[in-house]
């Protein structure tokens, strides 16, 4: 009975309220962090600059001839990145020093060498002033030793992860990421790659969930494809258990015929059932429950119906667990074309945008849940609530976006 099933946003807020962020955590190298969530404040663990540091190449000069053109200076040394002079600069003298380097003692300003010309081997005369100051990178400009750079929780990314180090860390510590088990089943189905005999066909739902798993920022263990026995369910389930998955996903076997084995399988082995069927198109046979610490998400087999499953509910949970913050794909966009009535299940049609600006859309004709070309074209969910009257084109309706 259509009536009785769960409805999306309850299905979605009963995921949610059952799981609380992994508060695991784990320390890495910079170079295995891109995207990682970081579990306490990172502080300096330098001052940076930690010398006043010439920013060009050129002449390190005195105060007092700063402001001034025309006039010659005793060039009495070099210093040049990684060094440090050992002289002081006075009045009427300058020091040859390069980008990086330290300024010396005495030195007020740096003189780009375009602003000077040579005199002799140990004379050089300024031809366009230097104001004090200039050129030179104060030590502690960018930040100090022990200053709070990066709150817990940030979300590290290719700037982020240069500021950690150059506040002097090598390693940080980040959340672990969630394990997602991926679980295919079916005796109909053959490994990626390889082409289906009679009767058979690719198990290409589940790439499209690992993919999406790994967007979400979690780690996939591939429990490959099973068939319609309870050994061989029940086998996988137990790799799930021994390899510490968070999430068994299973795809496939999840609604009502003599070979779903999913939930009689799972309940034999003591999971707790929270809720199967959602009113929703496609989707409708999807079985929420959980063995021991193991949180279960059967997802029904047709490929659009397992990857609309995993982007509404998979999605959410996994960013949670995670630390990641919800990413939020609705948007309100206008009809191109009319929509006919919808019937009691929620229905989230493959749709397309029909302008550059992504503000109108148009549902696909085919909209049957096997159907992955369509499912790649389309650019979006259009969502009709249950019961829905007809669309009219100019009609706002919501969308998930795909991208
Ligand atoms: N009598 C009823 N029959 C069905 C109902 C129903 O309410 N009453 N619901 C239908 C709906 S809706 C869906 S969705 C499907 C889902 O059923 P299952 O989860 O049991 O899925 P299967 O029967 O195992 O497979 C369905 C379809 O998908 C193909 N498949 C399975 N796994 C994969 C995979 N990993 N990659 C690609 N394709 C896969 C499978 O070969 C089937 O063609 O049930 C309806 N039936
Ligand atoms: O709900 Mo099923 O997912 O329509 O194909």
Known sequence: MALSLLQVGEAKERISAAHKPISETENLNLNQLLGRIISRDILSRVTQPPFDASAMDGYAIHERDCGKEGISLEVIGEVSAGQVAGQTITAGQALRIFTGAPVPDGASAVIIQENTEQIDGRHIRITSAASEG?????????????????????????????LAAAAGHGTLDVYRRPRIAILATGNELVPLGTLPGPGQISASGGIAIAALAQENGAEIIDLGIAR????????????????????????????????????????????????????????????????????????????????????????????????????????????????????????????????????????????????????????????????????????????????
């Open 134 to 162: 200039a050129n030179i990178r104060r030590s502690g400009q960018d930040f100090s030793n022990g200053q709070p750079l990066l709150k817990a929780g940030t979300q590290l990314n290719a700037r982020s992860l240069s």
């Open 228 to 403: 319609d026995t309870r050994a061989e369910i029940q086998d996988s389930v137990k790799r799930a258990i021994a390899e510490k998955a968070d999430v068994l996903l299973t795809i496939g076997g999840a609604s009502v015929g003599d070979h779903d084995l999913i939930r009689p399988v799972l309940g034999g082995m003591g999971m707790e059932l929270d809720f199967w069927k959602v009113a929703m198109r496609p989707g409708k046979p999807l079985m929420v429950g959980r063995l021991g610490e193991m949180l279960v998400l059967g997802l029904p087999g047709n490929p659009v119906s397992s990857f609309v499953c995993a982007l509404l509910f998979a999605e959410p949970l996994l960013r949670k667990l995670g630390h990641l913050p919800p990413r939020n794909r609705e948007a309100s966009v206008l009809l191109e074309e009319s929509m006919p009535t919808n019937g009691p299940r929620q229905h989230f049609m493959r749709g397309v945008f029909t302008d550059v600006s992504q503000t109108s859309v148009r549902a696909l004709s085919s909209q049957d849940s096997s159907l992955l070309q369509a499912l790649t074209q389309a650019d979006c969910l259009i969502v009709r609530p249950s019961y829905a009257s007809e669309a009219k084109a100019g009609d706002s309706v919501q969308i998930i976006r795909l991208a």
